[in-house]
């Protein structure tokens, strides 16, 4: 997997060209509103062969975003930042080929709509350590993957493959073709995590904890598991359910290897 990269925002239209053409990606690019012309016309065309978020922002987040960012003082944003991506991104096909070529069953989460990055950062944590071989994420909607992040990953998002997909409904669907069983979390007509069956092929869908996996999801899903609970609190907290869940599998699946 790859190394900690520095995490840092380029500023100005000709700099995020020339990352373009070095190869650079992008978590995101935030670009001024109205802001026009050819550099920025390549620069839209490049986000998007790359699937990179792009944003029309007002004057006001630039000037905070280079006040925060810039060590120049002499620092002109020319109506664009982009924010290096500190990670690198795989495909859904690079996942599956290193799980089957180790002979492991594949096993991914499914993040919809978690925004918050220590969430997030705690979620990749458990997904390592309990045996996950990546994280799928949207290209918009998302937890911004930043210093923060990784610090709530205590470096497991250096470890663990990511997968940033433009639809989730089209990764979800792709993942069914593949032979990949999904899992969606919902408390409602959903059976206990502990009695399902995850020694196949499999990817667990978690959502945000205010409105939880998107209905257009979750009708996709081939079935849906809750966490029992006992307690008045209406739900746990995303990164606790999901280290809950990857345990039941990790457990479910050590007792069927012996």
């Known amino acids: 997997m790859n190394n900690t990269k520095q995490y840092f925002c380029i500023f100005g239209r000709q700099p995020v060209l020339e990352a373009f053409a070095a190869g650079k990606r992008f978590d995101k690019i935030l670009i001024l509103k109205n802001a026009g012309g050819e550099e920025m016309s390549a620069i839209e065309k490049k986000a998007r062969e790359t699937e990179c978020p792009v944003q029309r922002v007002p004057k006001e987040k630039l000037e905070n975003i280079l006040q925060k960012y810039s060590k120049f003082k002499e620092a002109n944003h020319q109506g664009i930042v982009g924010f290096l991506s500190i990670i690198d991104y795989y495909s859904i096909d690079d996942v599956l080929h290193h799980a089957y070529s180790k002979g492991e069953t594949p096993l991914l989460l499914i993040l919809d709509g978690i925004t918050d990055v220590g969430n997030f950062g705690a979620i990749a944590r458990s997904a390592e350590c309990l045996g996950a071989h990546a994280v ?18 205590a470096g497991a998002l250096n470890k663990i493959f990511v997968c940033r997909e433009k639809s989730l409904v089209t990764a979800v669907n792709y993942l069914k073709v593949n032979g990949i069983k999904i899992f969606g979390t919902e408390m409602k007509g959903a059976i206990e995590a502990s009695k399902a069956d995850f020694s196949v092929p499999c990817a667990v869908v978690l959502g945000s904890e205010g409105d939880g996996v998107s209905k257009e999801i979750l009708k996709l899903c ?13 739900s746990l907290n995303v990164s606790v359910s999901a280290g809950i869940i990857l345990y039941e599998i990790s457990r479910g699946r050590s007792s069927s290897a012996k």
């Open 136 to 153: 799928i994420v949207p290209s918009t909607g998302s937890a911004q993957i930043n210093a923060e992040a990784m610090k709530a990953s």
């Open 222 to 234: 081939d079935e849906r598991i809750k966490i029992p609970m006992s307690g008045t609190t209406e």
